[in-house]
């Protein structure tokens, strides 16, 4: 079965070439948008699901299984995307610091004949203390710019600990994606 | 595993007796919507999905998989639901007669884990040429009232063929819910 990952993250790449050898990159462009939930799962699989499906009316997506994923961060009820600038990475970082939080990620994989699967996860996750000076200097480097909840785990120094799933958190939870990779295989073509 | 059939219609219940022995009949009280579908199978994926998902978030569905099913009609560009009332049935069976139409089934299994499989298979249908005085004869039987399209193709009379599955103009198109069945009883636990 031929693949595609509709994500524009490297990380997420990185990750997927640990599950499918081959495949081709097309992000989704699309502005994914969802008013209706009711928890955090429901949420990035309906995003999870939207990427997925403009990718796949693409013509080049024809007989192929396309992949869309999405992640967030849930902090006291409120949920955390990508900041909209550094003033906005800063106030996602400053809140988190020392506290718990959630982040959910969802997929969904629409196979070649159409059927869909999906699937979410959530993973507790630990923020060190930042002090104001650490976050501005983190926020200086770019990395938090792409990144639910304005971080990234792979970046030292801001996550204590984990509890759950570290390629969850990371935007592609690889257990997940091979179950739903195992089920497309059997019954998507 | 636990099987919740999350629909009122008794011919889908029949349908899925062959598929699994034992199951609650629990159907979906809220008002589907969908505004945003690109064509008549992602309507009824979604249609689907929204009535397993209220029924799987009830106390009594805990640790049970949950099955929702949509049926729509669509003729010429036209997406044909329930007949409003006896002139929407007679408007839909004049339209429908000697003609030929899609019959379309999406499917939506969740699974006691939360995962989500779903598929959509269509089916062409053409029908007889009904006279008026049989259409009347035919909705004063009130058969015509809690179908799509107005019709059902186990009511002799109506339907001269099919290309296609059968039991998914009935409304639950079994093959795809075998296979749905399969992946969710593997990975849905």
Not at 24 to 48: F, H, N, R, Y
Not at 112 to 136: H, W
């Amino acid at each position: 079965m031929e693949w595609i990952l509709a994500s524009a993250s490297p990380r997420r790449k990185q990750l997927f070439k640990r599950i499918v050898r081959r495949f081709e990159v097309i992000p989704a462009k699309g502005e994914e948008k969802a008013e209706d939930w009711e928890s955090p799962s429901e949420l990035v699989m309906t995003l999870a699901e939207q990427k997925a499906r403009e990718v796949s009316l693409l013509p080049e997506a024809k007989g192929k299984a396309v992949l869309g994923s999405d992640t967030v961060v849930v902090y006291n009820g409120e949920v955390l995307g990508k900041p909209k600038d550094e003033a906005d990475a800063k106030r996602m970082l400053t809140m988190l610091s020392g506290k718990a939080h959630q982040v959910y990620t969802g997929v969904c994989i629409i196979a070649p004949n159409g059927m869909r699967a999906k699937g979410a996860q959530s993973t507790d996750v630990y923020f060190c203390k930042l002090t104001d000076e650490k976050i501005d200097k983190y926020i200086a480097s770019g990395s938090p710019m792409d990144k639910a909840g304005a971080y990234g785990i792979q970046d030292g120094g801001i996550v204590r600990r984990i509890r759950g799933s570290y390629s969850n958190v990371v935007g592609l939870p690889c257990r997940l994606v091979r179950k739903l990779k195992k089920h497309v295989e059997k019954v998507g073509q």
